[in-house]
């Protein structure tokens, strides 16, 4: 199946789309953030972590700030269907 997942990035301003190819959507959302992470490289801290940057890991944040917003089914005919459906 192919799966359409858009990340966003607050802290950016920017969605980030990719289609995948996977069984299921959990298999297609790694697939997805490997994809992700190879063209939006994690931008090197320096320094420890703030007591708020913590606490968002914590809260299972990712530390590059991108979070799945969406992911639906790619038919491939152009229309989306939701992964709920």
């Given at each position: 199946?192919?799966?359409?997942?858009?990340?966003?990035?607050?802290?950016?301003?920017?969605?980030?789309r990719?289609?995948?190819?996977?069984?299921?959507?959990?298999?297609?959302?790694?697939?997805?953030?490997?994809?992700?992470?190879?063209?939006?490289?994690?931008?090197?801290?320096?320094?420890?972590?703030?007591?708020?940057?913590?606490?968002?890991?914590?809260?299972?944040?990712?530390?590059?700030?991108?979070?799945?917003?969406?992911?639906?089914?790619?038919?491939?005919?152009?229309?989306?269907?939701?992964a709920g459906?």
């Open positions: 199946m192919k799966w359409l997942l858009e990340f966003y990035n607050e802290r950016r301003g920017i969605v980030a990719y289609r995948i190819e996977a069984p299921l959507p959990a298999a297609a959302v790694p697939l997805g953030r490997t994809a992700l992470l190879a063209e939006y490289p994690s931008i090197p801290r320096s320094g420890r972590l703030s007591l708020f940057e913590r606490a968002e890991r914590v809260g299972g944040q990712d530390a590059s700030g991108w979070v799945l917003h969406r992911i639906v089914q790619d038919d491939g005919q152009g229309s989306l269907t939701s459906s």
